[in-house]
Nanobody
Framework: QVQLVESGGGLVQAGGSLRLSCAAS????????MAWFRQAPGKEREFVAT????????TYSDSVKGRFTISRDNAKNTVYLQMNSLKPEDTAVYYC????????????????????WGQGSQVTVSS
């Protein structure tokens, strides 16, 4: 059974930092592109960041580039999202997602390319 479990969300003041973690089980982790998405109230889900299976390739949405860093530890089957210089507009539920095995990272911002999702972690940034 595939499980992705996020943790690390919470309430932080603008300018602060948080680190999200996503622990995977039931999948061959190192062969899968992983990603973070987010969904704010009343808005559509949006792509945040993605990382290749080996961790050598990453890309980010323009809204978080330079502030967020995605990384992974394949020995721990965990992907991370370090979020710095947080803004109130970063407030959302953050989801980690996994691609199919060896499916690469084409169309990486398309959530339908990811068959596996976590339950989400709330991040709230106060002004």
């Amino acid at each position: 059974q595939v499980q992705l479990v996020e943790s690390g969300g919470g309430l932080v003041q603008a300018g602060g930092s948080l680190r999200l973690s996503c622990a995977a089980s039931g999948i061959t982790f190192s062969s899968r592109t992983m990603a973070w998405f987010r969904q704010a109230p009343g808005k559509e889900r949006e792509f945040v960041a993605t990382i290749s299976g080996g961790g050598s390739w990453t890309t980010y949405s323009d809204s978080v580039k330079g502030r967020f860093t995605i990384s992974r530890d394949n020995a721990k089957n965990t992907v991370y999202l370090q979020m710095n210089s947080l803004k109130p507009e970063d407030t959302a539920v953050y989801y980690c997602a996994a691609r199919g095995e060896y499916s690469g990272f084409s169309n990486y911002a398309d959530g339908f390319r990811y068959p596996y999702w976590g339950q989400g972690s709330q991040v709230t940034v106060s002004s």
